[in-house]
């Protein structure tokens, strides 16, 4: 079969936030081929991810995505890394091409599996797929109080791990930092496992950095997360000297194999979380999984958003037994929490288990997202190259005629 | 003063080709504050960096550019700084911000040398400028008589150094690539540098680059440029052992400080090569020729566009007078021979200086420029968030009202 199209749907709520909570928006990937249709998901930024997709070619470097993709053969695995490689190699100079290779990656894996009856996974090599133990991803509350209350809140959900960051996590007082730590581990209790996610507030230093150890280790935090920018592995490697018994965790601002290895050779990591959305979707990251588990990093999935997210981001890596953890949003959007119909639920024990169905093993619950729809329009020397489709059966028109 | 407005033109050739010339297309950015302008230059895909200056927010972390330059203070260099970072901040989960930055920032460096009457590079603190052999920057023939007779081109237009790069090189057999390095080696004379560029052909495969390290050394090559994509950290030390004579170069592919900073740190290169246009502008690219400086790593600006693009690569490293090269396009297209009526010549030495006059010393020749302007407009929800300015008067009508 051929690629016969591919649509992007920019989803939103009516109002975004400045906050940092990632499922506000979405970019929605569908490709079909073969009468058969198969989605994916685009971290950030949908406009510019779309100006990508049919935008002008610089120069042979910088092409549009679309020349890629369009009408490409799409039989099997070695297919959709024959893409993946064409994308980067035709638009490498195009930096917004890797978020939006991501969701239509996704989107390939997805139709392959439903076509070949397959769950992703499987596809992928893996035999069997492994539970893995569900964190409750959450921000930090604006007080150490309210950090306690949402710890609790997610023991009582039936967590047995969550993760807090961002919100004032970094921005004022060692002090004020370690009270928000201990009011996380006491909601927590002492069994569950503990994360600190500092969303990159240190920038490239150390010394704040390591200031935050104490606490993180009286309170056995498992890991800091993104104490630096997503890169600064000088930092990270001196901060990882400094820690002996908080792991650094980090990864997820990667957008292809070779920044996501060089945090894996350099970093000083314990874990290496990459967002499928984000990295150049599920080919890269389940090479970056393979390469980790030679390195004796452990491997996890980013995710902030919706379950069909989750879904891609869990496949990498299920079939390792020994990464067993996976992010889980616990407090997603109207949005995220509409996305699709089909929850990927956490059992008694507090683990997820990534579907065994074909694909993603879930869909897009399509009633529910239309209100939530954006229409993007893009005109370029006085030609539309761009307009977003409206429904499941409507296609971009222009790029039909294109193709025609 | 206050920024008042920025304002973008898409400038293109009538045809694009699928050539490794990046020079076909330009996204010039005009800043304006206190009744002053300043120019700077992006690379690459001009639409995809426009839809990233005025869209939606998605969440605190990936704003549209706009909203962390419009209306800022710009009295000192301390706020050109500020404003850099201010984007990064702002923007980092928006993977196109950093090209788009990079244009503005030129343009704040450029805006502000004139307001204060000095040289970008003066106002970097450099108290005087070194002037730089330029070698001449083109690309490989398709047969070796080609590249031999581009060599001795560039010897006849008074060059003492030239790079050849892309075309055929690294796609054929190790002996047709060398029979080009030959060739080149032939056409320059036994005086002239000769610097050798891979784009990126062997991915991350050292093996493959290895092989040509012999005729490089033969024709005692400076440098071999890219032979493995951006990043590829492992790769490019793996070679750089095992290249004794030939030093490597490479850095343009990167985006921020920390990528380039790594490259410095681990990728064993002799010379890093960096792009204002896409390392986040002038601001950037001296922190990196500081850090390069007590690394013992060598700058060098990648400059494959304009003399507007050209003086702004030059500023941040100009009063470093060890490192004396500097790249200069040969071939540029008739956009890049029309952007500026001043041109950077060579001296009877070869030798390229620095403009003395304020700011990057030239100024886009609007008449020249009018007829490759491209016309863009982008509709989000109904509303037109970006319609292009089509003179120098016009501002952009949106960002003008939402600003007020």
């Not at 042979?60 to 994308?87: F, T, W, Y």
């Not at 965790?249 to 290895?261: D, I, L, S, V």
């Not at 067993?324 to 507090?350: M, V």
């Amino acid at each position: 079969m051929k690629i016969d199209s591919v649509d992007f749907y920019y989803l939103s709520l009516p109002v975004v936030r400045d906050i940092g909570d990632g499922s506000q928006d979405a970019l929605l990937v569908r490709v079909e081929a073969g009468g058969c249709a198969g989605w994916g998901e685009c971290e950030a930024s949908p406009l510019v991810s779309i100006a990508s997709w049919n935008c002008p070619m610089s120069h042979s470097a910088c092409k549009p995505i679309s020349v890629s993709v369009q009408g490409q053969r799409l039989e099997s695995v070695d297919d959709i890394r024959r893409i993946n490689a064409l994308v980067r190699a035709q638009s490498f100079d195009l930096l917004q091409a890797d978020h939006t290779l991501s969701g239509i990656d996704i989107a390939l894996w997805d139709l392959l599996g439903k076509k070949l009856g397959e769950p992703i996974w499987r596809l992928l090599g893996y035999e069997r797929a492994f539970p893995k133990t569900a964190y409750a991803s959450q921000l930090f509350g604006d007080d150490p109080q309210t950090t306690l209350r949402r710890a609790q809140q997610a023991v009582h959900a039936g967590f047995r791990a969550a993760k807090f960051g961002w919100g004032p996590y970094g921005h004022g007082t060692v002090e004020l930092d370690a009270d928000h730590v201990r009011a996380a581990r006491e909601g927590l209790g002492a069994e569950a496992a503990l994360l600190v996610d500092a969303g990159t507030v240190w920038g490239d230093d150390t010394g704040a950095a390591e200031k935050r150890l104490q606490a993180l280790e009286e309170c056995r935090a498992l890991w800091l997360e993104e104490p630096f920018v997503s890169g600064a592995l000088e930092a990270y490697r001196q901060l990882s000297k400094r820690s002996s018994k908080v792991k650094l965790a980090g990864g997820e601002g990667c957008h292809n194999f070779q920044q996501a290895k060089s945090m894996i050779d350099y970093a000083g990591l314990g874990y290496v979380q990459i967002d499928t959305g984000r990295i150049g979707g599920i080919t890269t990251a389940k090479q970056i999984a393979d390469y980790a588990g030679t390195k004796g990093v452990r491997f996890v999935n980013h995710t902030f958003t919706t379950h069909l997210a989750l879904s891609a981001s869990l496949q990498p890596y299920a079939g390792m037994e020994t990464d067993d953890l996976c992010e889980y949003p616990f407090e997603p959007s109207a949005l995220a929490r509409d996305f699709t119909a089909t929850k990927l639920q956490a059992n008694a024990d507090g683990q997820v288990r990534v579907p065994d169905q074909p694909g993603l093993g879930l869909e897009p619950d399509w009633p529910a997202l239309k209100q939530y729809l954006v229409e993007v329009e893009i005109k370029v020397a006085g030609q539309v190259i761009f307009s977003s489709a409206h429904d499941l059966t409507q296609r971009r028109k222009v790029a039909k005629t294109q193709r025609d």
